[in-house]
């Protein structure tokens, strides 16, 4: 079973920025890992994506140009850092990662932009 857990998230106000962490109890060599958040009320939305083996991405047009996701192999972590937050950005954000065809999911970190 692999384990997956985000931290990081927490208060930050409007333009400011955050990083977001994704653990995994295994190897992320090679592997798809994907960002999604849920605002209350709202489905689970895709953020992006990144393929660790050759560091490909790609964005939703929401974050584009403002959130970047990268990851340490040797620490088996997945980053998704975050700028220029809007108050729209609040949410549980969950990282998702596929392992020989199957996806595990996170428990999430809530990100609340306030002033």
């Known amino acids: 079973q692999v384990q997956v857990v985000e931290s990081g998230g927490g208060l930050v106000q409007p333009g400011g920025s955050l990083r977001l962490s994704c653990v995994v109890s295994q190897s992320i060599s090679d592997i798809y890992v994907a960002w999604h958040r849920q605002a209350p009320g709202n489905q689970r939305e895709y953020i992006g994506y990144?393929?660790?083996?050759?560091?490909?991405?790609h964005y939703a047009d929401s974050v584009k140009g403002r959130f970047t996701i990268s990851s340490d192999i040797a620490k088996n972590t997945v980053y998704l850092e975050m700028t220029s937050l809007k108050a729209e950005d609040t949410a549980v954000y969950y990282c998702r990662v596929r392992v020989r065809g199957t996806d595990y999911w996170g428990q999430g970190t809530q990100v609340t932009v306030s002033s």
């Open positions: 990144f393929f660790t083996g050759s560091a490909l991405t």
